[in-house]
């Protein structure tokens, strides 16, 4: 089992990177990542020289595509998460999906492992959202041998956005601002389970169903904040601010900034009250769960991986 060909396409990030280490604790050598991200990718490679690693446009046909042929499982992780415009949604969430699948069918590919997202329950209405909605949808009337993972809200080793990017933002400023009262309701799921699920699944190759794979602990936006101030050690003062200066900032953030971290409609997402379902994950995947606190510590404070930066 252990020499598995395993094709990760959009693996440079944050599950991707998270995926490989765990993978290789776990023995497993014969992976291949594919990805568009140059700097990303040169950072997976520089940990592990000792896999496949490379450049490709997964929405473009190329010569990446011969790299699924005799593999054992494919790890769909390719995704946009967030930018100002449709296209590079469509572009990433949809197109690559298609060849992707195309892929899958043409090499017989026994077994797919789709990461899609809670958002697909979500009220929000956005283009991740939107996209993420129709790209699951092309994976289960594929009919391809395949699991449907939703993750809520991941966080980690190589976060550069989410928690990854509050945590950069808290060291480098005198103020935190939080928008309102900061009490929506979270449920954060640290990638390192996640990555353990992933692995249950292709050793056990259970397929044809979807499951919800949410964080067992529900935390306020506000506590997360609080406990990465602590991890950190990090200084600043956390503000409250109302809700619509806040968004207001967001927007003009984004006039001069291409690719902002943060947008205001995730503002929205998080404010929006969503409530996941909850499943016993770690019975179904027999894997241990990592309280919240302890998962935080060791995302800022790893010797190994913590201090290791992906570009945004």
């Not at 999906?97 to 329950?121: A, D, M, N, Q």
């Not at 909605?133 to 980690?156: C, D, H, Y």
């Not at 019975?283 to 606190?293: K, R």
Request: include cysteine; glycine fraction near 6%; charged fraction near 20%.
């Amino acid at each position: 089992m252990k020499d598995k060909k395993i094709v990760i396409p959009g693996g440079a990030g944050l599950v991707g990177q998270n995926l490989v280490a765990f993978l290789k604790r776990k023995g497993y050598s014969n992976l291949v990542v594919l990805d568009k991200h140059k700097a990303n990718l040169r950072v997976l490679q520089s940990m592990h020289p000792d896999i496949k690693v490379e450049y490709a446009d997964l929405a473009l046909p190329g010569a990446w595509e011969k790299h699924f042929e005799g593999a054992d499982a494919v790890v769909m992780l390719q995704a946009q998460i967030g930018d100002l415009h449709e296209e590079p949604f469509v572009r990433n969430n949809i197109t690559t999906t298609v060849l992707i699948i195309g892929l899958i069918r043409k090499y017989r590919i026994p077994y797919t492992v789709h990461i899609s997202s809670s958002v697909v329950e979500s009220v929000a209405d956005d283009h991740y959202t939107n996209t993420k909605k129709e790209q699951e949808k092309m994976v289960l009337e594929s009919g391809i041998n395949a699991v449907v993972l939703r993750p809520t809200l991941m966080f980690g080793w190589f976060d550069r956005k989410h928690l990854g990017w509050l945590s950069r933002f808290m060291k480098n400023v005198p103020v935190f601002p939080v928008p309102g009262h900061g009490r929506y309701m979270r449920q954060p799921l640290y990638v390192g389970d996640f990555c353990a699920i992933i692995i249950s699944c292709l050793e056990s190759g259970i397929a044809g169903k979807v499951f919800n794979i949410t964080g067992l602990e529900e935390v306020s936006y506000i506590d997360i904040i609080r406990q990465i101030k602590k991890a950190t050690s990090a200084k600043c003062q956390i503000v409250h601010i109302p809700y619509a200066l806040f968004s207001l900032l967001l927007r003009i953030w984004a006039l001069f900034d291409s690719n902002p971290p943060f947008t205001a409609s995730q503002l929205k997402s998080l404010t929006a009250g969503d409530e996941f379902e909850v499943i016993d994950w770690p019975s179904i995947y027999s894997v241990q769960p990592t309280p919240f606190a302890k998962a935080i510590d060791e995302t800022f404070n790893d010797p190994e991986y913590s201090r290791v930066k992906l570009e945004f």
